[in-house]
């Protein structure tokens, strides 16, 4: 069975800092998509980046860059030059044709 | 670019009392739509998901219902609400599975 698996459920960082949040997967596909989604307090869910596992590059958007690591099935989240608007609930999901979300990971910036 | 148009924000029902809440698309046609629900601000449990009209899919059975009566629209429904209906509901598409989900701006509902 398909699971995603946060081990995080609550992370902090300091405003301009690094934070990475973990994310791993179990499946036995060859082919999905793994995504992040932010979850603000106003509760909108945002996508903030995806990877292509047939894709060996790691996916990059701005600040938000992850560490796809295939063989291990683990999908890691770095957020760099952290700021006060990217507190928030942050999920990982898979995808094939069924999509499976983890549980979150709270994300607390301090000033 | 697709939009999802979600109401209403926020709903506060009786115990007992029918539900309604409705989602609409934007931009796109033939949309996989799906109902999940966020209880405690937490994790998302799927409850519905439909791949065409009148095509529903019950992820797990419960109080609630959905309709999609037309390509664009889809419903979720409840005769009579719980306590235990209460929570964070987002209806999503997704149109292939590499693009994700595109979420509407979900409702609270609050059953007392």
């Known amino acids: 069975a398909q699971t995603v698996t946060q081990s995080q459920p609550e992370m902090s960082v300091q405003e301009a800092e690094t934070v990475t949040l973990s994310c791993t997967y179990d499946?036995?596909?060859?082919?999905?998509?793994l995504f992040w989604y932010k979850q603000p307090p106003s509760r909108q869910m945002i996508l903030v980046i995806r990877q292509e596992a047939y894709k060996q590059q790691n996916a990059t958007e701005n600040r938000f860059s992850v560490n796809f690591q295939k063989a291990a099935k683990s999908f890691s989240l770095k957020i760099s030059d952290s700021q006060l608007g990217d507190a928030a609930m942050y999920f990982c999901?898979?995808?094939?044709?069924?999509?499976?979300f983890g549980t979150g990971t709270s994300l607390t910036v301090i000033p | 670019s697709q939009t999802i148009h979600q109401w209403p924000a926020t709903l506060v029902q009786p115990v007992g009392s029918p539900l309604s809440l409705e989602c609409t698309v934007e931009g796109t046609s033939n949309p996989n739509l799906y109902w999940y629900r966020q209880a405690a601000g937490r994790g998302l449990q799927l409850l519905f998901y439909?791949?065409?009209?009148?095509?529903i899919s019950s992820e797990v059975p419960q109080n609630l219902s959905a309709s999609r009566p037309q390509d664009r629209q889809f419903i979720l429904s409840s005769k009579k609400l719980l306590l235990s209906d209460s929570g964070f509901y987002l209806c999503?598409?997704?149109?292939?599975?590499?693009?994700?989900?595109?979420f509407g701006s979900g409702t609270r509902l609050t059953v007392v």
């Open positions: 999901a898979y995808s094939t044709n069924q999509f499976y």
């Open positions: 499946t036995s596909e060859s082919d999905y998509y």
């Open positions: 999503a598409l997704k149109l292939h599975p590499n693009y994700g989900y595109t």
């Open positions: 439909s791949v065409g009209i009148g095509q």
